[in-house]
């Protein structure tokens, strides 16, 4: 195989709920002090979201080392957020997630994939730059700084 073959991507059940939030708060808890609270994901509903079947685990050889959450909207199939365990950063895993939403959005047979991220979150903007998306607008949500980006499918 090409070394993905341990690699399985699935719903996320309730009695996921706290490795769920366990890796997303890891993954976001370094942006705290740089942006001055709590980031959104941190603050999101996780229950809600694997109750409405919007939330995927990456698991390698057992043990979840990312999620992705996904939304479909009208005209775009939104990544609501994407985290990948420190321990398990760098290894492509959010690459694989990310390709996992553009395979979902063809699916579905959306034109695009939408994405926002804190102002404050450079690594990430550069990241989805190279994969393709593109800023479409900056807005304040719930008190945060975002900047809003899309990838259109051909």
Known sequence: ??????????????????VVEEVVNSAYAHYT??????PGPMLDDHAARIAAGQTHLLERDGAMLGLIVLIPQPDALLVENVAVSPAAQGLGLGRRLMD????????????????????????NQAIYARLGYAETRRVIEAGLHRIYMEKPLA
Do not use: Q
Request: hydrophobic share 45%; no cysteine; net charge positive.
């Open 1 to 18: 195989g090409d070394g993905m073959d341990s690699d399985a991507i699935r719903l996320a059940t309730a009695g996921d709920l706290a």
């Open 100 to 123: 996992f939403a553009e395979t979902r959005a063809r699916a579905a047979g959306l034109p695009r994939l939408r994405l926002y991220t804190h102002v404050a979150m450079v690594e």
């Open 33 to 38: 002090a740089r942006i001055g609270r709590k």
